[in-house]
């Protein structure tokens, strides 16, 4: 079955406490995306990445940072320096220029 | 830059009844445009999608949306809806030149009561 996955569902965080959440996909998609969503609110954009290797900072990418060693995988890490990190979060990917498919996403809550 | 607006944050209709979803865009290139559905704790699933070619798109659920671009509008509509299409609704712009910018709109609660 193709799709994309995130670990875990909930996530608790004590202040002061870099977490990562993990998204993985095997739809041999080359663009990965991460996204903020809070109550009332729409999507935004954390980071991207087109390529291995290579990935860009969205609108809020301030507290936040990614790795792609892999295709398959974009996990996103919550540092410290995040000061508002409760919410729920979204990862996508694509083929480039295409549809985005989404995960189920992580919602994380500080304690 | 690009910007997505959704006119209703909530919209409650009686079942049977037909609905519309507004959205308003604005960019300065042309652009792809995207409705998403999200039931609560999931994620998005896309609904349909305008590329090119025909300005009036269905999806395989009686959902249609009509890109109308003199009035930079992409609203959604269903003739009848249904108690299971209640659910949170979000319309999408990405610039046709740069895959990785996609702006979101804040989204439309449709209530759908019996």
């Known amino acids: 079955d193709g799709g994309i996955t995130q670990s875990p569902k909930y996530l608790f965080r004590k202040e002061g406490q870099n977490v990562t959440l993990s998204c993985e996909q095997n739809?041999?998609?080359?663009?990965m995306y991460w996204y903020r969503q809070d109550p009332g609110q729409g999507l935004r954009l954390i980071y991207y990445s087109q390529i291995v290797n290579d990935f860009q900072k969205g609108d809020i990418a301030e507290g936040y940072s990614v790795s792609r060693e892999k295709k398959e995988s974009f996990p996103l890490t919550v540092t410290s320096a995040q000061k508002n990190p409760t919410a729920f979060y979204l990862c996508a990917s694509s083929s480039f220029g295409d549809t985005q498919y989404f995960g189920p996403g992580t919602r994380l809550t500080v304690l | 830059a690009q910007s997505v607006t959704q006119l209703d944050s909530q919209v409650p209709v009686f079942e049977e009844a037909p609905v519309e979803l507004r959205c308003n865009y604005s960019?300065?290139?042309?652009?792809?445009l995207f409705w998403y559905v999200q039931y609560p704790n999931q994620g998005l699933q896309l609904l349909l999608k305008?590329?090119?070619?025909?300005?009036l798109v269905e999806s395989i659920n009686g959902f249609e949306a009509e890109f109308n671009k003199s009035q930079t509008s992409f609203h959604l509509r269903k003739p009848s809806v249904h108690i299971s299409d209640t659910a949170e609704y979000f319309c999408a712009v990405r610039s046709s030149t740069n895959a990785g910018k996609s702006t979101f709109g804040d989204g439309t609660t449709l209530t759908v009561k019996p």
């Open positions: 305008y590329l090119s070619g025909s300005t």
């Open positions: 739809l041999n998609h080359d663009a």
């Open positions: 960019s300065s290139v042309s652009v792809y």
